[in-house]
Nanobody, 125 residues
Framework: QVQLVESGGGLVQPGESLRLSCAAS????????IGWFRQAPGKKREAVSC????????YYAHSVKGRFTISSDNAKSTAYLQMNNLQLEDTAVYYC??????????????????WGRGTQVTVSS
């Protein structure tokens, strides 16, 4: 059974950092894509960053480029999202999701099959 469990969220001040983890079970990350998404209150879920398990190809939303880094440790079956210089607008529930490898790196919510329950990230002064 494919499962994802996020951790690492919390309350931080603007400019601080957090690292989110996504522990995967029931599948081999080498053959799957991992995406990090977020949903703020009253807003649609949006893609933050995605990574291919096979070649490490990555995608970043414009709003996080240069501040967030996605990575995957296939041996540990865990994906990470390092978030630096967090801003108020980064406040959201962050989800990781997965889908099998295909011809391209998917970046849309509806392209991902399995989702974790999410972890809250709150940036507040």
């Amino acid at each position: 059974q494919v499962q994802l469990v996020e951790s690492g969220g919390g309350l931080v001040q603007p400019g601080e950092s957090l690292r989110l983890s996504c522990a995967a079970s029931g599948f081999d990350l080498h053959y799957w894509n991992i995406g990090w998404f977020r949903q703020a209150p009253g807003k649609k879920r949006e893609a933050v960053s995605c990574i291919s398990g096979s070649d490490g190809n990555t995608y970043y939303a414009h709003s996080v480029k240069g501040r967030f880094t996605i990575s995957s440790d296939n041996a540990k079956s865990t994906a990470y999202l390092q978030m630096n210089n967090l801003q108020l607008e980064d406040t959201a529930v962050y989800y990781c999701a997965t889908t099998p490898l295909g011809s391209w790196l998917p970046t849309q919510v509806d392209e991902y099959d399995t989702w974790g329950r999410g972890t809250q990230v709150t940036v507040s002064s």
